[in-house]
């Protein structure tokens, strides 16, 4: 059932020109504007692909977008889906699925977090190299799932080496600071305690947010290369903690997002 669903949506978008993309990006929260470097050829709402759940956060557009970015062929999630939706794993991982069936060959992924390492600001950009799921499931735990891949995905290196190694490339030569850590991943849609920082401190987590995992989790399952940015919009300093403003970690991406942009441009290129 699954897989006659996925297929439906696969050949929906194909016979709506979208063919041959060779590069995935998912844009995360407040990060959007990496679609104004595209030159687009196709853009499809959500609500229009057969199967394909909805964005209901307010902050994501909900939107396939395809086009070309640094010269290659580009197809954008503009909006993702995450659990404190009311999602469950296999919706929040559809669209990567989909893409995947598109012809993907590379998947790049941002997201929104806030910074548990404390050496890190906010404004700051670090590149996942590895992750902690918290969230209490897996995108790969539903009956069936073994007709996609190994639903024993080895979690040895869930983040691409020599992806990682072309971004952190990219960046020295952009003189861009770009931190290297361990992100984790929670359900929200709260945000933490000052005791669950401090347990995520001792877990020696470097930022927290509440998507990704899951999209890397199927990533690697189809054996599909992928990297990930974290955006880091608040920090969580347990012994010094302020209300948090969403406006204002949405003003943050913003102002961070260019240097993600750059990376993401500069990295398709080589790719």
């Known amino acids: 059932m699954k897989q006659q669903q996925l297929q439906e949506t696969i050949d929906f978008l194909k016979s709506n020109g979208i063919t041959n993309p060779e590069i995935g990006i998912v844009l995360g929260t407040g990060l959007g504007k990496l679609v104004d470097e595209i030159s687009i050829e196709k853009e499809v709402a959500y609500a229009d692909i ?18 070309e970015l640094s010269g ?27 893409l995947h069936g598109l012809g993907i060959k590379n998947l790049l992924i941002s997201n929104a ?40 995905a080895d979690m040895l290196e869930p983040y691409s080496k020599e992806l990682n190694a072309k971004i952190s490339d990219i960046a020295n030569q952009q003189n861009i600071l770009l931190h290297k850590g361990v992100y984790t991943s929670v359900l929200g849609p709260q945000l933490e305690t000052r005791a669950e920082y401090r347990m995520l401190q001792i877990f020696e987590t470097d930022a927290v947010g509440m998507s990704t995992v ?9 054996n599909l290369p992928c990297a990930a940015i974290s955006v880091l919009t ?38």
Request: charged share 25%.
């Open 50 to 67: 057969p199967n394909f759940p909805v964005a209901t956060v307010e902050f994501h557009s909900g939107k396939l977008i395809y086009g």
């Open 72 to 98: 290659k062929k580009v197809l954008v999630m503009a909006g993702r889906f995450h659990l404190y939706e009311g999602y469950n794993a296999w919706e929040v991982t559809y669209g990567i699925r989909t």
């Open 113 to 152: 977090a806030g910074a548990i390492n404390l050496n890190y600001k906010k404004g700051d950009l670090m590149l996942i190299e590895d992750h902690i799921n918290l969230q209490g499931s897996s995108p790969l735990a539903f009956k069936g799932a073994n007709k996609f891949g190994n639903i024993f």
């Open 214 to 222: 899951p999209e890397v989790i199927v990533a690697k399952q189809l």
């Open 234 to 271: 608040d920090e969580c300093d347990p012994k010094n903690l302020q209300p948090v403003d969403i406006g204002e970690i949405i003003a943050i991406a913003g102002k961070a997002e260019p240097k993600m942009i750059t990376l993401f441009k500069e990295v398709i290129k080589e790719l």
